[in-house]
């Protein structure tokens, strides 16, 4: 077995066991886990490439392979990790409504042990040459070298992108793992957010990624889950047009962020200014994510 591959059994097995352990924790349905599991290796795969693929349907040249080279692909850098995180939730809430049950709370038992699996995704990154890199480094920076940045066979630097991703991802699990939330689905929908907002940042950083041009694919998946959250809370909270103000800020910040990716790809903009107005826009839609939840569980 490859290292790539090792890795990603390692942290598949790493995300079962912690999410059996959750699911005792919080006394959940040992049916649904156990139906979720094959689900959620099944939906997750399948999402992934599915995702993948639709972004860049190709119908110029069709022949006998088309659909194989479109749809069977297995090379690391054809798949969405959104896509799979979107199936595996999938999973959950089907698992739990075949038995029954309410998909929230296994939603929330399972939010930080896949995060725990994105981090080894991510990690495993390293064996794929540039697939998880940033930029070239030039050999005096402070950042050229291991673990901060990989080296090629030409003695080249770049970004350990991945890297940040990982320790992100590892974060995120450890926080919602450990911090007490009273409302069913907070947890899964905050390690969605805060896995979310960080990737936005990361993959302006990648040097390969899913991308349309200056759009990078992955960038606008995570954009539409926070603005898709924000639009949810406030049609659940009561009161007028003024609960969707989280989502208009959301928008906004949005469109600051795209300003940025195309002020990267044709002006010459330092990057310092240019990602700094783009944390500064990440901080922003944070503020009005928690904005949303606190309106809807307060009625403010």
């Not at 049609?235 to 795209?258: D, N």
């Amino acid at each position: 077995m490859s290292p790539y591959a090792t890795v990603l059994v390692c942290g598949l097995a790493a995300c079962f066991l912690l999410y059996a352990l959750r699911v005792r924790m919080d006394k959940l349905s040992f049916r649904a886990f156990g139906l979720s599991l094959p689900l959620i290796l099944v939906f997750g795969v399948i999402f992934s490439k599915l995702v993948y693929a639709l972004c860049f349907l190709d119908f110029s040249y069709v022949d006998e392979y088309w659909f194989e080279i479109t749809f069977l692909g297995l090379s690391p850098s054809e798949f969405s990790v959104i896509g799979g995180a979107a199936g595996a939730c999938l999973a959950v809430v089907l698992a739990a409504k075949a038995v029954h049950a309410f998909p929230a709370p296994l939603l929330d038992a399972f939010a930080p042990c896949g995060a725990v699996f994105l981090a080894f995704v991510r990690f495993s990154e390293m064996y794929q040459g540039r697939l998880g890199a940033g930029p070239l480094l030039e050999g005096t920076s402070i950042l050229s070298r291991f673990p901060l940045a990989i080296q090629n066979d030409y003695g080249e630097w770049f970004l350990s992108v991945f890297l940040m991703e990982a320790i992100a991802a590892l974060a995120v699990a450890a926080v919602f793992w450990f911090v007490p939330l009273r409302h069913a689905g907070l947890r899964a929908e905050l390690t969605a957010v805060y896995l979310a907002l960080p990737q936005i940042f990361f993959e302006s950083l990648r040097a390969i990624c899913m991308r349309w041009g200056f759009v990078r694919c992955e960038q606008v998946f995570c954009g539409v889950i926070l603005l898709v959250l924000v639009v949810s809370n406030g049609a659940r909270t009561k009161g007028g047009m003024k609960r969707f103000l989280p989502a208009l800020g959301i928008i906004c910040a949005i469109g600051v962020i795209v300003f940025v990716e195309f002020a990267l790809d044709k002006f010459n903009i330092p990057h310092l200014v240019s990602y700094g107005l783009m944390i500064l826009s990440l901080v922003a839609m944070a503020l009005f994510e928690h904005r949303s939840i606190h309106n809807l569980h307060t009625g403010a």
